[in-house]
């Protein structure tokens, strides 16, 4: 079972809850889901509407923040306001008894990160299939001035589909609702950044303005590693990676995993470069390009080539050349005609 709503990675492991069979804003919990530093998943019972939802519950030192629970009302009522199939849905906000909650949908499925491990790299087509879903998600946050600034595998949730042209549905969870509120409230310190060190975008290392972009680069480097079985970037220590994202060129795809559309390596290339205006300018933009470049290699067909040979319309065509030479076995009766 996927967790429906990743956390943040550091709170001390073991600690009881002491919620199990509590109820809480009118949810009783069943069950933990998952946990970090700043909040813990349960799965909880609605009993207003009797369903099951995913019940995330912040860090009480949390809401003792003024401006963060501002920020996190504002956020909130934002991030429900999105209506998307691949947006795992917030359906409340709130604070009871000194806690602020937020419950979403419960997503039975998995996520990326447990696919992968279990598959390894995927086939072009089914990276594709997914990275669609999520591009779609992203650009409609983007669309609400949302930046999600944590895109990776354990926040992409995997359901299954409706049918065989769509055998898997990708939801993408936990969106930056307390990421930004953090960085406002002086629960990050300096040279900190909010992300995951393995697809965090460079103007995030640097605590530079995020955007759309942000995002674009993450989303590249997850689906980078749904076809390579590796993330772009592998050193040995975090400052490492950390430089790794901010100077070095990422490998070509193909040398990883020889046999995919050599067109992907230009594609990534342009998604993961350095600077925000050198990417693409929305997440559907690039996976578009992914998805033709995986198309024309299923067709045999070649991009470059057909990009090379299309005129701009309205130009007269160029000047035919000089005739080829005759062939070999010509050549001595246009010699006898000289």
Known sequence: MAEPGTTDPDLPAGRPSGLLGKQIAGYRVE??????????????RDLRLDRTVALKLLAPELARN????????????????????HIVPVFEAGETEGLLYIAMRYVAGQDLRALLDREGPLPPDKAARIALQVASALDAAHAHDLVHRDVKPGNILIAA?????????????DFGLTKKSL???????????VGTLDYVAPEQISGKPVDGRCDVYSLACVVYETLAGVPPFRRDDDMALLWAH?????????????????GLDDVLAKALAKSPEERYGTCLEFVSEVRAAVRDAE???????????????????????????????????FRGRL
């Open 66 to 85: 003024d401006t963060f629970r501002k920020r996190f009302a504002h956020e909130s009522r934002v991030a429900a306001a999105i209506d998307h199939p």
């Open 246 to 262: 901010q100077y070095d060129p990422p490998p070509p795809l193909t040398g990883e995993r020889p046999g995919l559309p050599a």
């Open 31 to 44: 069950g933990e889901i998952g946990r970090g530093g700043m909040a813990v998943v349960y799965r909880a």
């Open 299 to 333: 067709t045999g067909r070649d991009r470059g080539r057909d990009r090379r040979r299309r005129s701009v319309p309205g130009t007269p065509p160029p000047p035919p050349g000089p005739p080829p030479e005759p062939p070999r076995w010509a050549m001595p009766v």
């Open 161 to 173: 589909g409706i049918d065989s042209d769509r055998p898997e549905h990708a939801y993408l969870t």
């Open 183 to 193: 960085s406002l409230t002086g629960f990050t310190s300096v040279g900190q950044f």
